[in-house]
């Protein structure tokens, strides 16, 4: 058992499928709770994943409750830009399941209200009301690998490796 993300009712298919692509990239489950404001055959949620959907470990999950019964709450780590607490200091592990709400609504308040311990976001200006959903889960989903020292690259371990700098 890995790293997984959660999407709760994602609404556009390509932050869908782009969030897919990165998972495969990471061999990150992926669990998309319902309903979805699309179809799993819609061609711009094919293509923004593309040929990379076969390499994805997805889970389809027709509500919240389906979902909660399915993944145990103590792995549930919850994002959301009204939470308070940075995502830097989430206590992730090996096979924390890294949630996130929806395009337009966000994290539903019902969550935010019963894991505000589990709760965390990414500072951004106060000018910016929110990230793009793919965007925050790539942002999350990499320090969540680098923190617990998944290898993603046999050759590379991101954990030690210095950063460049361009003179």
Known sequence: MGLSVALIEP???PNTGNIARLCAATE???HLVGPLGFSL????????GLDYWEHVDLWIHPFWRVFRDAVSTDRCLYFS???ERSYLDAPFTGNSVLVFGNETEGMPQRIRDKHPERLF????RD?????NLS?????VLYEAVRQ???ELDPGHDITTQPLRTHS
Request: no cysteine.
């Open 135 to 139: 965007t925050a889960v790539g942002i």
């Open 11 to 13: 609404q556009i298919p």
């Open 121 to 124: 976001r990414i500072a951004m």
């Open 81 to 83: 830009a009204r939470a």
């Open 148 to 150: 617990t020292g998944l």
């Open 28 to 30: 990150t489950t992926l």
């Open 41 to 48: 055959e819609d061609n711009a949620l094919k293509r923004a």
């Open 127 to 131: 000018a910016v009301r929110s990230l």
